[in-house]
C-alpha cells in the first residue's frame, strides 16, 4: 500500500506571496492532519480534516488555510508569506474511525521564503 | 492541556549498547502516547504507541517503551543499538480538546547519536 505522499517536495517562495502545499493520504484514510516544522518551534499542529471538514484546528493565523476533497485528498494554502513560514510541512493520514488511531506521515514539503 | 518532555536534546550510544531515549508526560485523563522517528529529509515514521495494557509496548525496528503511571514516563529503550538507529526521536501524546477532536503534540525531540 503506498504512503501518505506530498507535492511538491520543495519550493522556493518569496514574501508576499502565495503558496499551495498538496497531501494525498494512503488508500482508505479519511482524516488528513498537517503539521509544520521548525527549528526553533518544532512540530506544530496546524489542522485537521475529516471527510471534507475542518474537525480541528491549531493556533496559527488565518493566512494558514486548508481544505480536503471529495477523495481524501488535501490542500493546505499560506497566504501572504512572511519569512517565518519558512519549515518542512508535514501532512498526516489516519483512518479517521476515532481518536486513538495512528497518524503516518508524509515524506513532507520544504518550503523556503525569501 | 497534555504535553510531553524530552529533556535530553542529544543522546549517544556506542553500537551495540542498550539504548534510552527518555518522555515524560503531564495529561489530565488517561495518556495515549506515542514515538516517532525521523531521519534526515524525511517525514516521521512510527515506532510504537501505549493506549492501554501492558506497561512494555514493543514497536518496530527493535523499539520498545516502558509506560510508568507514577513516573510519568513513556522512555523508549532498545537493547542493542545500531549505526543505522541514528535520528530524531520525537515522544507524543494526543490532546484531547472539549470535543472529540483531538491532536497530537509533540515533545521537542532528541537526536540520538550511534557511534561504530
Known amino acids: 500500500k503506498a504512503g501518505v505522499t506530498q507535492t511538491p517536495r520543495y519550493l522556493i517562495k518569496t514574501r508576499g506571496q502565495q503558496v499551495t502545499l498538496s497531501c494525498s493520504p494512503i488508500?482508505?484514510?479519511?482524516?488528513v492532519s498537517w503539521y509544520q516544522q521548525t527549528p526553533g518551534q518544532g512540530l506544530q499542529f496546524l489542522f485537521e480534516y475529516f471527510s471534507e471538514t475542518q474537525r480541528n484546528k491549531g493556533n496559527f493565523p488565518g493566512r494558514f488555510s486548508g481544505r480536503q476533497f471529495s477523495n481524501s485528498r488535501s490542500e493546505m494554502n499560506v497566504s501572504t508569506l512572511e519569512l517565518g513560514d519558512s519549515a518542512l510541512y508535514l501532512c498526516?493520514?489516519?483512518?479517521?474511525?476515532?481518536?486513538?488511531?495512528?497518524?503516518?506521515f508524509g515524506p513532507g514539503t520544504r518550503l523556503t521564503v525569501l | 492541556a497534555q504535553s510531553v518532555a524530552q529533556p535530553e536534546d542529544q543522546v549517544n550510544v556506542a553500537e551495540g549498547n542498550p539504548l534510552t531515549v527518555k518522555c515524560t508526560y503531564s495529561v489530565s485523563g488517561n495518556p495515549y502516547l506515542f514515538w516517532y522517528v525521523q531521519y534526515p529529509n524525511r517525514g516521521l515514521q512510527f515506532l510504537l504507541k501505549?493506549?492501554?495494557?501492558?506497561?512494555l509496548v514493543k514497536g518496530s525496528y527493535g523499539f520498545e517503551a516502558e509506560f510508568n503511571k507514577s513516573q510519568t514516563s513513556f522512555h523508549l529503550k532498545k537493547p542493542s543499538a545500531l549505526v543505522s538507529d541514528s535520528a530524531l526521536y520525537f515522544c507524543a501524546v494526543r490532546d484531547f480538546g472539549y470535543s472529540s477532536a483531538s491532536k497530537i503534540i509533540f515533545g521537542s525531540g532528541t537526536r540520538l547519536s550511534i557511534r561504530p
Open positions: 498526516a493520514s489516519s483512518l479517521g474511525t476515532g481518536d486513538l488511531d495512528t497518524q503516518y
Open positions: 488508500s482508505g484514510h479519511r482524516s
Open positions: 501505549y493506549i492501554t495494557g501492558d506497561n
